[in-house]
Every structure is written in C-alpha cells, then in structure tokens.
C-alpha cells in the first residue's frame, strides 16, 4: 500500500491521506469542495460539487489514474432533496457517459459543520 | 470496468448503473425494496426486504455471480431498531449459511424520501 | 470466500460474521468498543476507542493479517465534533504511520442505541 498525495488538491486536516492505492485498487479518502488553496467552501452549490470534482481528478492523477477508472462512489448530503439535482448535473459532466456504482444517504453532519459543506463523496477507482 | 444492466429490477433515475464489474468484482448501486414493474415499495416491511433481495438476486444473475458471491453489505435503515429484526429475518432466508460481511445505520433518508422505503442496500460481490 | 471468527473480539449477535476474506482482500464487519469478554461498552471515550482497535487487531490476526494491510476505513459516530479529537488520538496511536484512506458520517443509530456506543469502524484490508 501507498499513499497519495498531491499539493493540487486540499489536504486533510486529521490523520488522512488523500488516497491510497494498493494492487491496482485506490482508496480516495473523503472529498469535500474546498478549494486547495482557500480551503474554502464555495457558497455555490454548483461551484461546490465541480471544485469537489476537481479534486477527485487531481487525486486521481496522482495515483495514475483518471475518473474513466472510478468504480464505486458514496455520496454522502446535508439535504438530498436539496442538493442532489445539482450534484447529478454536475456528476453527468464530470463523467459523460462513465456511469460508476453509486449510493447516496443525506446525513447530519461529516465532519465540516463549520463551514457547512453541502457534499462529501467517498470513491473506489480500479486501475489494473 | 462494464456497466450491468437487466430488466428484471429496478432502474435508477439519475445516473446510476443498477451494477458494474471490474476484475472479477461486482459494485451494486444502492438497492431498494422496489418492484421492477410497478415501481412501488411494498407497504409490509418483509416484502419490502424480500424485494430488495429479489432485486439483488437478479442484478447479480446479470453480472454473471449469485448470492454466494457478496463479500460485504452496507445497510441503511430510516429505523433501526423498528425494522432491523425483520431485515434480519428476511437476509438469513436469503443467504441461508452464506454470510457476508456486513454494518447497519441509520440514515435520515437515502434518496427515496416520497416513497418511505425502510431499507437502502449497498454490496460488493468477487467472483474470482 | 471464508469467513473469520475469534473468541478475542465481540460476536455480533445477528448474522453477522466478524470478517469474511475473499482473494487477499479483508471486509470487516461493524467494529465496536465493546469488551469481548464482558459485552460491555467502556465508559470512556478513549477506552472505548482503543477497545475498537483492540478487536480490530485481533479480528485481522485471525485472518492472517494485522493493521498495517489496513486500506481504506469507514468511520461512523454519533457525535462528530465531541468524538473525533479522541477518536483520532486513539487512531494515530494505533496505527502509527500507517494512514489508511478514511472517512467520517455522524449518524443517529448504529445498532448499538441500547449501550449508547460512540463509535462504529467499518475496514477493508488487503493482504496480496
């Protein structure tokens, strides 16, 4: 097992890596819509979950890999009835026509309540 | 990776794969208690478990694996402990001695808020 | 695909094996605080914590591994901004240098409301 890094996207505050990656599988730890270098919040749903993507991709990228390798990702919303049409436009952009197994819970809070994100997205990738 | 699909249950509305597979492993989306034809949750908490599972029976089939198969569950429940001794019931009917590995949470609302579905699962298969 | 099972870590008291192995790869069910022997919950949030780990350490041995070929962690608590400062402590003391990819939900039930546990660890390991 390795961890990934990269100064592209944010860092965790906590004892987290951004990834890891071991036979072929990484492991993306939790991806918020901070801006790297900010560390802020978008007030924008929209700007939120496509800086959330960016991220993913620079992660990714790190781990030599891209999006066309996600195979699972859990999404995790303060409001689901709220947020999750705009997330689902941002997702279809992000990915064309990739479609990853996905699963979706609203849930109270994960761990950024001071800056109230609205997204946290949890992701495997597989790269053989 | 290669997306699953079959019409014997249910489909997503957003951009979700009911499944896919990569390498010998199986990622099913969040699964539902929702009849493929219908479209509707059963009001009996037992049929809607048994459904779920119906569902999941198919979703593999079109992968090519059987229950036999799943490695790990994540369950979401908007009441636990109304309706975890039911699901319990209904998932030991259905594995039979098979026994995955598996946590249970509640959840607010997992995407399926209109219809007031109990259950939401997620599963990893590996067919080797 | 085998399933794990030690008499040094808490049995779940439904159909839930400690751990299932499947081709190198390590699914954990739900971790919990609770002492093996007593079934009880320590009272302290760190005792707790590192009971967790305990029964982790224990379950990964009896599947031939130990926290080291720990990947990927899923976090769940009931109080977020209370637990996680400790929560944390008792990880990088567990885990040394080892980073695992993470995530954290507050979630209201886990399962365990009766003993009123703070934490629930969900882990996959790979052990090529």
Not at 78 to 105: I, K
Request: hydrophobic share 40%; glycine share 8%.
């Amino acid at each position: 097992m390795r961890p990934v890094h990269t100064e592209a996207a944010p860092s965790h505050t906590g004892p987290v890596p951004q990834a890891v990656v071991s036979g072929g599988w990484i492991f993306v730890s939790a991806l918020f819509g901070t801006h790297p270098e900010s560390g802020r919040r978008p007030d924008d749903a929209r700007t939120e979950a496509d800086q959330l993507f960016t991220n993913l991709t620079e992660i990714l990228a790190a781990a030599g890999a891209s999006p066309d390798h996600v195979v699972r990702a859990g999404i995790f919303m303060r409001d689901l009835r709220r947020d999750r049409p705009v997330f689902n436009e941002a997702w279809v952009d992000y990915f064309g026509s990739h479609r990853p197994a996905r699963s979706a819970v609203e849930v109270s809070d994960f761990g950024r309540a001071d800056d109230d994100c609205r997204f946290m997205l949890e992701v495997v990738a597989h790269k053989p």
